[in-house]
Every structure is written in structure tokens, then in C-alpha cells.
């Protein structure tokens, strides 16, 4: 992407590719059991218990939660995702790394919290 056509409210505003989900996964600590319990309220605990029972890593835990949140979110953006993120608590998340491989700012991904 060219600086040029750098627009961070359009790349927030799209459903989430893979690559971006392996990305945020791999930037969460390992509390992500909270985001879990933010992202299905209902059914947390089943979500957590059949992602621990499936995959020893926890990034891979954590992308595979993402992977269902956004087949059945009904705003699977990652607008949505950042800004749920930031409000379920204090979950561990490295956000410089995140923003640099997703080609927007910290301010940008902090300010989805407001919305």
C-alpha cells in the first residue's frame, strides 16, 4: 500500500482477512480468555473449553477464536474487533505491532474504542 492511498478508516472498516486475524492472534497475551468471554457471552466457557482441547498454542486459541467471531458476528470488522478488544478488560495485546503490520497507527486502532 502507498502512502498515497493510506486511508486507516477504510482499512478498519473492512471484515478482517486471515493473514490480519494471524496477526492480532499472535499480539494477544495469554489472558485471551477474556476476550472469549467478551466476544460470546453466551457459551464463553464451551468456546474456551473446545479451543483448549483443540489447540495446545495459545495463538492458535486466539485465531481460531477470531476465526469463529468473525463468521458470526453481525460486525465482523476489525473497527469492531479493536474496539471490543479494548473494552473487555485488561487483556494483554502488543498494539505497535499490531498497527505496523496492518498498515495503521496506535491512535487509530485506540480511537475504535470510542466507537
Known amino acids: 500500500m502507498t502512502m498515497a492511498s493510506y486511508h486507516p ?4 472498516a473492512k471484515v478482517p482477512e486471515d ?21 460470546f457471552v453466551d457459551g464463553s466457557t464451551v468456546v474456551v473449553d473446545q479451543l483448549v482441547g483443540e489447540h495446545q498454542r495459545s495463538s492458535m486459541r486466539v485465531y481460531y477464536l477470531l476465526l469463529r467471531w468473525r ?3 453481525e460486525d465482523a470488522t476489525l473497527r469492531a474487533l479493536f474496539g471490543k478488544m479494548q473494552k473487555c478488560g485488561p487483556l494483554n495485546v502488543t498494539w505497535v505491532k499490531i498497527a505496523k503490520e496492518l498498515g495503521v497507527s496506535v491512535e487509530d486502532i485506540l480511537a475504535c474504542k470510542e466507537m
Request: hydrophobic letters at 50%.
Open 71 to 73: 463468521s458470526e458476528a
Open 9 to 12: 478508516q477504510d482499512i478498519l
Open 19 to 39: 493473514r490480519q486475524l494471524t496477526v492480532i492472534a499472535n499480539n494477544i497475551g495469554s489472558n485471551w480468555e477474556m476476550l472469549a468471554a467478551y466476544l
